[in-house]
């Protein structure tokens, strides 16, 4: 049966009526009218109550509390605003306003079904307001329109995480995770395969602007990219002619160097310059050997993008490594993954990726920062803005909002906001999200755990979700401190009890 909650009254638009209601509607609640041949969906955005017979001006007490004994609450209103969302149908906005008087009915659950439903979609949670009915999430506008998880730490970003990567799996998604804390590789997921690639790059597969940067050759010193690229070409054609030793690719461009430093230097006549170029080229490739031997140090690792498995949640641990460190991997591995899914996608040639993959970047803001240059950055803005034409997904996840690149912000289509109580973060959201009303900011700050506004293509209308819960999470747990230190003094307790058992049977 449906329920009347009440009356249009005052003025009325076609995206916002008033109404006045004998019952108690709940803010959020979804709601229905019928005019002009159409069902109108709304949302309850605002809701104030207020007395008849009590007026502003009664400033005592003891006499509101005689009035209201004997009236009950009779002679008590709410009165309330609508969000109009659309027609049931196509979710337009109607032409005309609704007519005053018109009832606003409580959404039935078909309704809300068909609202919510996705047919390509992934469960990720229910209506905040209404417990049966499911909200899922169209993948297809997901991927490759982006998304961003932003929230306070302990909001439940990396729940609503879990969540996604584990229902993509059950689709065969393809994801990439960069797993700044490296905690997804201990997350255990029930629909699919998880697979941990070592964060290592083999020099090899670095190309020359990459190795430019990393041995810091500047763009005017021309000798010396000479050199470079020299000893880059001799130690790729030894890579390619398949050595049967193992080899290590910066050993060979440093060898070259050096035979070509002794070269010039043993020439009938010397150039001093050219001689300074080749050796301070071996000089860089050493210091870039040194300084980045976390990443780039072996020669077994394969190539670090063709390990990634299509139909597996491909997960990059980078908490051992230094943010520098990181920010190039990333950088690196980004940079590859849209490069060859453009060479699939177009003429084929040079190194291709066969399959879209979704790539998630937790701690966000680190690396697409709004203030600091890094060197992924700029590959992750491209992505953002190109990344849909080749299959190229992106998930920003940030406790930082405000120090998230804003270029890539505005690019994220899609968006999973959780609790966020700080007006800068707010402010810098909104700034770069059209979708973002002020409606929506309000309810942010009083989410709970767990519980999100989401927007944006992959939802047919802006919502509040309560996200489920992800049971295969060992960490991001706060830890039971009391109870660590509890089991801690306890062992201490007993190594000592023993230690002195130990002296008493010795005798001493
Ligand atoms: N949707 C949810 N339902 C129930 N508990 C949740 C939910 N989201 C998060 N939590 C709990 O809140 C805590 C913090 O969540 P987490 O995802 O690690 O937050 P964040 O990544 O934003 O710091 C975890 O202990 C988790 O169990
Ligand atoms: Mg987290």
């Not at 780039?296 to 190539?303: A, H, K, M, N």
């Not at 980004?334 to 979704?358: A, D, H, Y």
């Not at 709004?370 to 406790?399: D, H, M, P, W, Y």
Request: aromatic share 6%.
């Amino acid at each position: 049966m449906t329920e009347i909650i009440g009356r249009c009254y005052g003025e009325t638009s076609p995206t916002k009526i008033s109404f006045i209601s004998k019952k108690t509607p709940a803010v959020n609640e979804y709601v229905y009218l019928e005019y002009a041949g159409k069902t109108v969906m709304g949302i309850i955005d605002n809701l104030l109550r207020g007395s008849f017979t009590l007026s502003d001006d009664l400033l005592n007490e003891d006499t509101i509390g005689k009035i209201v004994q004997i009236e009950g609450d009779n002679d008590q209103y709410i009165r309330g605003e609508v969000s109009i969302l659309g027609d049931i149908e196509k979710l337009e906005i109607p032409r005309t306003p609704a007519p005053i008087g018109t009832t606003i009915k409580r959404a039935t659950l078909e309704q809300l079904k068909k609202l919510f439903s996705n047919e390509k979609g992934i469960t990720i949670g229910h209506v905040l307001s209404q417990p049966e009915v499911e909200v899922k999430l169209d993948v297809n506008k997901m991927v490759s329109r982006h998304l961003g998880i932003l929230a306070m730490t302990g909001a439940g970003k990396s729940n609503a995480t879990s969540v996604i990567i584990d229902e993509l799996l059950g689709l065969g998604g393809t994801i990439l995770v960069l797993d700044m804390h490296s905690e997804y590789g201990k997350t255990e997921f029930t629909n699919g395969k998880k697979k941990s690639i070592p964060p290592k790059i083999n020099p090899r597969d670095l190309n020359i602007f990459e190795f430019k940067k990393l041995c810091n050759v500047s763009d005017g010193a021309t000798n010396q990219e000479k050199y470079l690229r020299d000893a880059y070409d001799y130690a790729k054609e030894i890579s390619l002619n398949g050595s049967e030793e193992k080899r290590l690719f910066i050993n060979d461009m440093i060898t070259f160097a050096e035979t070509k430093a002794e070269e010039l230097e043993n020439a009938e006549r010397k150039n001093n310059s050219h001689i300074d170029a080749v050796n301070q080229v071996a000089f860089k490739l050493e210091d870039m050997k040194r300084k980045y031997r976390s990443i780039l140090d072996s020669t077994d690792v394969s190539d670090i993008v063709s390990t990634i498995e299509v139909g597996k949640v491909n997960i990059i641990g980078l908490s051992s490594l230094d943010e520098k460190a990181s920010d190039i991997l990333v950088k690196h591995v980004l940079t590859e993954i849209l490069n060859r899914r453009k060479n699939f996608m177009t003429t084929g040639k040079g190194k291709t990726l066969s399959f879209p993959v979704f790539s998630i970047i937790e701690e966000a803001h680190i690396l697409a920062s709004q203030k600091r240059n890094t060197r992924s950055k700029s590959i992750i803005g491209r992505i953002a803005r190109e990344g849909r034409k080749f299959g190229v997904g992106l998930c920003l996840v940030s406790q930082s909002p405000k120090s998230l690149d804003s270029e890539s912000l505005s690019q994220l289509n899609n968006l999973i906001i959780l609790r966020l109580v700080e007006p800068s973060d707010q402010a810098h959201v909104q700034k770069s999200s059209e979708s973002l009303s002020e409606e929506l900011l309000k309810k942010l700050p009083s989410l709970n755990v767990g519980e999100a506004v989401i927007l944006g293509q992959m939802t047919k209308i802006p919502t509040m979700v309560k996200i489920n819960e992800f049971k295969g999470r060992s960490i991001g747990n706060d830890l039971d401190i009391v109870s660590l230190w509890k089991s801690a003094k306890n062992e201490e307790e007993s190594r000592l009890q023993k230690s002195e058992e130990y002296l008493d049977e010795m005798g001493l």
